[in-house]
């Protein structure tokens, strides 16, 4: 939606008119904003649309967190008590 190019309006009610028309096609377009950033947002419709993709990157992301947690060697403490 783009906005009317008119000619500048020569008395009040002209303006208040051309005032009018311009909100109500502000609010159009926020309305039609607000419904296209409300459907990207939609994970429903993403799991609907992608199941495969999430799936996977859902399992990638819990295989690098799994990865990236600290765990104890196995064989320190045999190795500390050679070294004694």
Not at 2 to 23: F, G, H, K
Not at 37 to 66: C, E, S, Y
């Amino acid at each position: 939606m783009t906005l009317e190019r008119t000619a500048p309006p020569q008395d009040e009610a002209e303006l208040r008119a051309s005032i009018s028309r311009a909100r109500a096609q502000v609010q159009g377009t926020a309305k039609a904003l607000r419904s296209e950033v409300k459907q990207a947002w939609d994970i429903r419709r993403w799991v609907q649309r992608h199941p495969a993709l999430l799936l996977g990157t859902a399992f990638l992301v819990g295989a690098w967190a799994g990865s990236r947690r600290r765990r104890p060697p196995v064989y320190e403490p045999l190795l500390r008590f050679r070294r004694h």
